[in-house]
Nanobody
Framework: QVQLVESGGGLVQPGRSLRLSCVAS????????MAWYRQALGKERELVAV???????SYSDSVKGLFTISRDNALKTVYLQMNSLKPEDTADYFC??????????????WGKGTLVTVSS
């Protein structure tokens, strides 16, 4: 029943900004950590940023100072603000959330991804 749906991807020129959103829905008891991953063509999926339930954040070195992850617990939404985008940021971006439903232990759920293309 749990779903994660990303939005906000698209084509953007280098140096511009984009904001991704991911909304969780379904039977949810609680949400622990939430994160953004990305996967470029021919590469493995990599962690971009993570935010804990209390708000602590961690970033990949390549996006520190440029991307910002945030969450709105009331809306069950995680965001990724991406500034100064570069062609190498082109990838399919996925959100992940550790969610407890009918059990006490949370399970990782994944969205289907939203494509970000940075090109002139």
């Amino acid at each position: 029943q749990v779903q994660l749906v990303e939005s906000g991807g698209g084509l953007v020129q280098p140096g511009r900004s984009l904001r991704l959103s991911c909304v969780a829905s379904g039977r949810i008891l609680s949400i622990d950590r939430m994160a953004w991953y990305r996967q470029a063509l021919g590469k493995e999926r990599e962690l971009v940023a993570v935010i804990a339930s209390g708000g602590s954040t961690s970033y990949s070195d390549s996006v520190k100072g440029l991307f910002t992850i945030s969450r709105d617990n009331a809306l069950k939404t995680v965001y990724l603000q991406m500034n100064s985008l570069k062609p190498e940021d082109t990838a399919d971006y996925f959100c992940m959330a550790n969610i407890a439903t009918t059990s006490w232990r949370g399970v990782d759920y994944w969205g289907k991804g939203t494509l970000v293309t940075v090109s002139s």
